[in-house]
């Protein structure tokens, strides 16, 4: 499966975000965290982003909804131009219904599991989704150090999909650095988002680059 390098813009510099995005130009994907002060204990922004960043980059947006009442608003992060919307186990109501109308739009449906949250009641309805987002830190800020902890759920569901013969990516968020990627990648994920590592580093250029290399070892 390929590697995919999803940065994400949440510590970019929001005041440049056409030039935040330029920088990224070498990545797969643009991760756009969309936080709403309830599910997490942090506010970011919300539509009006992912249609300025359609506007000014030709990157794909990776939309990831830590919002409560996923079901009413991730059509809507579609609709607006986002090409991925991930919503979290624990927000959603209906993950099947909202899945297919998110697919049914033409959009990749997303389901993202908090780092204490399991994959049991999800194993019969992987099929539904597109990509399922592991957190490696608890959702809500950037630079938190990485959950190794949760390597052993990624292995499982790198089984359980080879096993279906699905081609469900596995998206790994939080912490993912130099440092922990290789963790990351050896346990089966193949979509790295990464915050701090990109934007911190001096070239976030050649940081989408590093990460794509030590990922591929
Ligand atoms: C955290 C967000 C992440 C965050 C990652 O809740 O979902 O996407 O930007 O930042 P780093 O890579 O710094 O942990
Ligand atoms: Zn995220």
Redesign the pocket.
């Given at each position: 499966m390929s590697i995919l390098i999803s940065p994400?813009i949440?510590n970019s510099d929001i005041g440049n975000l056409a030039g935040e995005l330029d920088k990224i130009s070498g990545a797969d994907w643009a991760?756009v965290?969309v936080m709403d002060n309830h599910f997490v204990p942090n506010l970011t922004w919300g539509l009006p982003v992912i249609e300025a960043a359609k506007k000014y980059s030709s990157i794909p947006i990776d939309a990831?909804l830590?919002i409560e009442d996923p079901d009413r608003w991730a059509p809507a992060y579609i609709e607006a131009g986002a090409a991925s919307a991930?919503f979290h186990a624990e927000a959603v109501k209906a993950p099947i219904r909202l899945a297919r109308e998110i697919r049914g739009m033409g959009g990749r449906a997303g389901l993202a599991l908090s780092p204490a949250t399991q994959i049991d009641n999800y194993i019969d309805i992987l099929d539904e989704f597109d990509m399922v987002?592991c957190?490696t830190v608890e959702?809500g800020f950037g630079g938190q150090p990485f959950l190794s902890s949760v390597m052993p759920k990624v292995e499982r569901l790198r089984e359980l999909i080879d096993k279906k013969g699905l081609e469900t990516w596995i998206q790994v968020?939080?912490g993912v650095s130099a440092d922990t990627i290789a963790q990351a990648a050896e346990a089966g994920a193949n979509n790295f988002?990464a915050?701090s590592a990109v934007y911190k580093a001096e070239d976030a250029t050649q940081a989408v680059t590093d990460l794509r290399e030590l990922a591929r070892k």
């Open positions: 994400s949440l991760h965290d990831h830590m991930t987002l957190m959702p968020d939080g988002v915050g």
